[in-house]
Each structure stands twice: as C-alpha cells, then as structure tokens.
C-alpha cells in the first residue's frame, strides 16, 4: 500500500468512527410511575364489582346518602371539565400517531413504542366570552399520559392549578326545564387521576372514564377541600357509597337511584327513597 | 478469445464453448489500469466502483462514477415511497474508494436520508445516514470475499408523528450492522452468490418536541422507539447476471429484510427476497 493509499484509509476508517461517534444520542427514555396505580386499580375494580352485600332496607339508607352526598359536592359540572383536557391529549396523541384507546394493543410487526404525552392547558376563566389566554389569572391544567410497548396506558393524571372555567363553556347553553341555566363559574385545584375505560373522548358524550380527584373546588367562588370518585359512562355517572357494614356501592342517579351491590342490583324511587330488587 | 482487459492482473477470456479465466501478467497488469469497464463487477454493497463517468440507472440505485474511485448516487426506491405512503424521502449518496491494490479493495460510502413527519400543528424530522465501509478481496481467481460493516446514524427532531420514524414496518434507529458476502465467479458474466448479514447493536430513537394545539393548549411528547427484533439478520443465496451493459442479481433467503441502500430492518422475520436490477452507460 502507497503512502497515499494508507491516508486514504486512515482518513476512511476517522470519516466511520465520527460518525459512529455523532450517533451518540440521549439516553433512554424513563417513563414517570402513575400516582397510586394500585389504589386506582383497586378502585375502578370496585366499580366494576361492588363489594357492599345490601338487602332492601339497606339499600333504601344508600339512596338517602347517595342523594345527600350529590347535594354536597355538587359536580355534575366535573365530566366536562375532564373531558375538556382528554380531548385535548387524545388530539395530541393522535397527532403522534398513537393510538387515543388504551384497548388497542400495539401493532404488530411494528417498533415499541414509549411514550410521555403531556398537554397544558390554560384553563379559560370566568368572562365570557371568553378572553386572551391568561395562566396568571385563570390557572391551568396539566395532563399526562403514557404510552408503553405501544399501548396508551389506561391511567392518566393531571394537576390543576387555580383553573377558573365556565360549566358549560360560553356558547354551550344548556337548556334545564324551562329556564336556560347560567354558566356556573367552576373552580378546580388538586391532582386528577383519571382511568379510561374506553377510547379518549372527542365529544362530552362519549367519555367513559373513572375519576379520583383529591384538592379544591368552588362555585363562584365559594371554596371547600374535598376528595371523590366517579365514574363517567357516556352521559352516566356512578359514583361509590361506602356501606357502614362493609365493602362499597355503587350509585347513578337518573330518573330513579340505581344501586349496584355485591349481591345484586336495586332501584329506589328518588322522592320516596324506597326501593325494590332489580332484575 | 479475450473477452476481456486486464482487471488488476486477472482477465477472463473465453475459448469455444466454455468460458475460462485467465490470469495475465503482472507486467502488463501493471500497464493497464483496473476498469470496470474491463470485467463486469459486483458494485453494489461491495468495495468495488461502478466506473470512470459510467452511469448506472437501476432499480434500487441510481449511481454515476465521477472518477474511478469516486461516484455520487441515490436509492429511487426511498423517492418511490412518496407514491404509496404520505412521506418523502430524499436521498443521495457518495461512495470513496481509498484502496485499490488487487486483489484487495476498500472503500467507504456515505448516504444521507431525510423525512419529514409534520402533520397538522405537529412539526417533525428524520434524518438518517449510513455510513458503510466495504472491504472486498479475491483470494483467488473466481472467489471474491466482500465484507461490509455499517453505522446507521439516526435522529429524529421535533413533535411530529413518531411512528412514521418507522417505513413501512421498519424502524429508523442507530444501528450497527456487518456483511459478509461470498462470490464464486463461475463463468465471466455469473456469479453466485451468499451472504449474511446481522444488525449486531440497536439503537432506540428518541424524538421529542412541544407545540401549540390552540391558542389555550401546548401539547408535548418526549417518545422512544425501539426494535421489536433484537438483532435481525438474514442469510441469502442467489446469482448475478453482469454484463457490461446490464446487471441484474437475483436471490432468496430467510431472516430479517433489511430494505437496501437504507440499511432498516424490518420488524419480522420471514422468507428474505432479494433482486436488483441496472442498466449502465458509457458515454
């Protein structure tokens, strides 16, 4: 080999190593660990099979409590203000190319896929119509999702940070009896956890998801610190009644107060309270 | 008869009906510069060049000899995408030949993809270049050994749509991948041919970025991709028609496809094709 052939190879064999040595790219990928997975867990099982053994009178004292608790937390505004932050990160995902339902395993003969997918949302505050976006003013809102071996998880939090909104949004009247409602100035800070039962919301109607949240709410700027859970199915709440005997029921409430026990179902008459087994 | 110009003190010429290869003198093989022109060579993931201002159109590259150890190229099939799939693949590469001392050659090729996954409010890139070194030897006269090692840099940048950091089943990552082909030159036009081939370390590959999704709404995402296939590989066995005109290799085998040029597996493991198709010109 000529001299000038072995510069050549040199030069050959540097040109291979920088690039090899350009490659060197950050490390992997660390997913953040859900908040209280296994409590969640625990819970959205709970909904799926109530733990409470109830007989009639038993659930009679349910539908009164389920009717009182409704009354004290007042949230029936709550649905819309999560589904408002699911759509937004379901928008996100998809933009990316993942899959908005935690059913849909990952492709198959694809690369894995992880994931972090955050979304911030300033939230809109109280004018309406609404106003320039105003974080210092109308707080907001952020919402995590993950996905893993190219699988949405199921369990996404959020956190909210002095978000002020409108329940419906300005332009979104909801019409109640004869009366169109006034918009309720909604309130939220604290950690949101939500569990999707089925693929992320586009529209309010078609979330199905389970809720915790554990901080503060108001109307109108009425204030209290509180902690619940529910489930949202496309238009249906359930929420959980614990049962001074034991174990946990779950309660909707529409035009009759539904309750689902370890040992069956019962319908309650919503101004009587009084109740029958259901089929 | 003499088909042939002296190739690096080695020429095949034919005689009635069979073909021969004979070797020349060292002399004279000295006297005559190694062409490609001369005998029909294996060019394609080897160290071997197409040629002095030849033009090589083929199916899986498209490749011009600016000298006798430099040629500029690009691989169609990565533009052809853009016929069936939403993305865009410009390439091109360049390929060095730094030794040309027969019966040894060496040489290293650089390539350049980029793709563009933007989609909607979302922005995003990928950029991945091979970068090959060949090695080929002729130990003896109808034997050729052609050993490659390659480095696939891969990067993605912005909040676009991951999963088109993977095309067609494959997956853009830092890769590092080594080849060895085997060449028996049974006749001056034939080859056949064996090689194997194993993507020894992945890469996963990142890409993350942020962007608005309404004037209230900043989404993120910070995503990895990896492998589904650990190290893929594949072993082939086929033939090469080379004339001067005109190449064309067919083969089969089973493991790992990597798509040529770019250098991706594909994600699962199965009956490997492998076909390659070109037509050159001299002016």
Redesign the interface.
């Known amino acids: 080999m000529t001299a000038s052939a072995r510069v050549c190879a040199i030069r050959g064999v540097a040109l291979v190593a920088a690039a090899a040595a350009a490659g060197c790219g950050p490390g992997s990928l660390t997913l953040p660990e859900p908040p209280k997975a296994a409590e969640t867990a625990a819970l959205v099982a709970v909904y799926d099979m109530p733990t409470a053994v109830l007989d009639i009178d038993g659930a009679a004292q349910i539908a009164g409590a389920a009717q009182a608790r409704l009354a004290d937390i007042n949230v029936d505004w709550f649905p819309s203000f999560v589904v408002d932050a699911l759509i937004r990160i379901r928008l996100r995902l998809l933009a990316s190319g993942l899959s908005d339902d935690p059913a849909t395993p990952a492709e198959e003969n694809h690369p894995l896929v992880r994931a972090v997918v955050e979304v911030n949302r300033i939230c809109t505050g109280w004018d309406d119509p609404t106003g320039a976006p105003d974080q210092a003013t109308n707080g907001g809102v952020d919402l995590t999702a993950i996905v893993d071996h190219g699988q949405l998880q199921s369990e996404l939090w959020a956190v909210a940070s002095g978000c002020r909104f409108l329940s419906p949004a300005p332009g979104q009247a909801v019409v109640v009896g004869p009366n169109d409602r006034v918009p309720l100035k909604a309130f939220v800070d604290g950690t949101l956890i939500v569990y999707a039962l089925a693929p992320l919301p586009d529209v309010l109607a078609a979330g199905q998801f389970f809720v915790s949240f554990e901080g503060t709410i108001g109307l109108f700027g009425a204030t209290r610190s509180v902690a619940f859970d529910f489930e949202y199915l496309a238009g249906t709440v359930k929420f959980r009644v614990p049962v001074a005997s034991g174990g946990d029921a779950i309660v909707s409430v529409g035009a009759t107060i539904e309750i689902q026990g370890a040992n069956g179902r019962f319908s309650c008459d919503l101004a009587t309270l009084t109740c029958q087994a259901a089929a | 008869m003499l088909l042939a110009a002296a190739s690096g003190g080695r020429a095949f010429a034919a005689g009635g009906d069979a073909e021969t290869i004979s070797e020349t003198g060292g002399a004279q093989a000295g006297s005559t510069r190694p062409s490609a022109e001369a005998v029909p060579r294996l060019d394609e993931r080897t160290a071997l060049m197409v040629g002095a201002r030849r033009l090589k159109l083929g199916v899986l590259f498209f490749e011009y000899g600016v000298t006798e150890h430099v040629s500029l190229g690009t691989m169609p099939p990565a533009w052809a995408l853009r016929a069936f799939a939403s993305i865009f693949v410009p390439n091109v590469n360049v390929k060095?030949q730094?030794?040309?001392?027969d019966p040894v050659w060496?040489?290293?090729m650089?390539a350049g993809y980029y793709a563009n996954i933007s989609?909607?409010?979302?922005s995003g890139h990928v950029l991945f270049?091979p970068?090959s070194?060949f090695a080929s030897v002729q130990p003896t006269r109808r034997f050729y050994l052609h050993g490659e090692?390659t480095?696939?840099?891969?990067?993605a940048f912005g909040?676009?749509?991951?999963?088109?950091a993977?095309i067609g089943?494959t997956?853009v990552?830092?890769a590092?991948q080594t080849q060895l082909m085997a060449e028996l030159r049974v006749l001056r036009w034939l080859s056949l041919t064996a090689r194997g081939r194993v993507q020894v370390y992945t890469?996963?590959?990142?890409a993350s970025g942020s962007g608005p999704?309404?004037?209230?709404?900043?989404?993120?995402?910070?995503?990895?991709?990896?492998?589904?296939i650990d190290r893929p590989w594949e072993i082939v066995g086929g033939f090469a028609l080379l004339f001067e005109h005109f190449h064309l290799s067919l083969g089969a085998g089973y493991g790992t496809y990597f798509v040529p040029g770019m250098d991706l597996p594909?994600?699962?493991r199965g009956f490997v094709p492998d076909g390659s198709l070109s037509v050159l010109f001299t002016p």
């Open positions: 060095f730094f030794v040309d001392r060496v040489s290293a650089v989609e909607g409010n979302t270049a970068v070194l090692g480095y696939v840099f891969a990067r909040d676009g749509d991951v999963t088109r993977q089943g997956l990552a830092r590092l890469s996963p590959i990142r999704l309404d004037p209230f709404t900043t989404g993120s995402i910070d995503a990895e991709l990896s492998p589904r594909l994600q699962r």
